[in-house]
């Protein structure tokens, strides 16, 4: 069985090819376009996880700079007395 990768074009013979080749060659683009809406779609899920983790430290990581902020201004209170 042919595959496109199989069927060369050349330009310089043109002989149409024949329809069941065409019609291949239109499957296989068929699914690889569909391998790669599904290859996308993963990706698009695995950056969405990532970006709600960055999200989620981004929060915890100001959190903590308060909790810093805090301690240091009692920290600085303690030294005072």
């Known amino acids: 069985m042919k595959t496109a990768s199989d069927i060369h074009l050349n330009p310089s013979s043109p002989a149409p090819l024949p329809a069941a080749d065409l019609l291949r060659i239109l499957e296989e683009k068929d699914h690889l376009l569909a391998d790669q809406e599904v290859r996308l779609s993963n990706q698009e899920a695995e950056l969405a996880k990532q970006q709600a983790l960055l999200k989620e430290r981004e929060t915890l990581n100001a959190e ?18």
């Open 64 to 81: 903590l700079r308060k909790h810093i902020l805090l301690l240091e201004e009692q920290l600085r209170l303690a030294r005072l007395r």
